[in-house]
C-alpha cells in the first residue's frame, strides 16, 4: 500500500519561502509511469494543480505559479519537495501531495492526508 506524508511549517511569513516535503512509502518515486503531484485547495475555492515531478526527475508547473514553483526529489529518502516563493496571504491553503499514473490532471491514485499552511505576519 502506498503512502504519502506532507511534512513542513504551518506558518509562513509573507515574502517567504514555503517549503514542504512528501514522503512516500509502499513504493518508489522512480518507479515508471509515476507522476509526483502537488496541489493545493485555498480556503473555500476548489483544487488548485501546482505542478509535478516524474519517474525520472522531469518537473511540470502550472503556468501561473511556474515562476514561484520549484519541485525536486530526494531519491535516497524517497521524498519529493515543494518550494513556493514570495508568499502571500493569497498561498493559504491545504496542501496535497498525490500520485498519478502517466501525466494527467484528476485522476490521482493516492493522495496525502493534506497540510495546512497559513501565510501570516
Known amino acids: 500500500q502506498v503512502q504519502l506524508q506532507e511534512s513542513g511549517p504551518g506558518l509562513v511569513k509573507p515574502s517567504q519561502t514555503l517549503s514542504l516535503t512528501c514522503t512516500v512509502s509502499?513504493?518508489?518515486?522512480?518507479?515508471?509511469?509515476?507522476?509526483w503531484t502537488w496541489i493545493r485547495q485555498p480556503p473555500g475555492k476548489g483544487l488548485e494543480w501546482m505542478g509535478a515531478?516524474?519517474?525520472?526527475?522531469?518537473?511540470y508547473y502550472s503556468p501561473s505559479l511556474k515562476s514561484r514553483t520549484s519541485i525536486s526529489r530526494d531519491t535516497s529518502k524517497n521524498q519529493f519537495t515543494l518550494q513556493l516563493s514570495s508568499v502571500t496571504p493569497e498561498d493559504t491553503a491545504v496542501y496535497y501531495c498525490?500520485?498519478?499514473?502517466?501525466?494527467?490532471?484528476?485522476?490521482?491514485?493516492?493522495w496525502g492526508q493534506g497540510t495546512q499552511v497559513t501565510v501570516s505576519s
Open positions: 509502499g513504493g518508489s518515486i522512480t518507479t515508471h509511469d509515476y507522476y
Open positions: 498525490a500520485r498519478t499514473v502517466g501525466f494527467v490532471r484528476n485522476e490521482y491514485d493516492y
Open positions: 515531478i516524474n519517474y525520472s526527475g522531469s518537473t
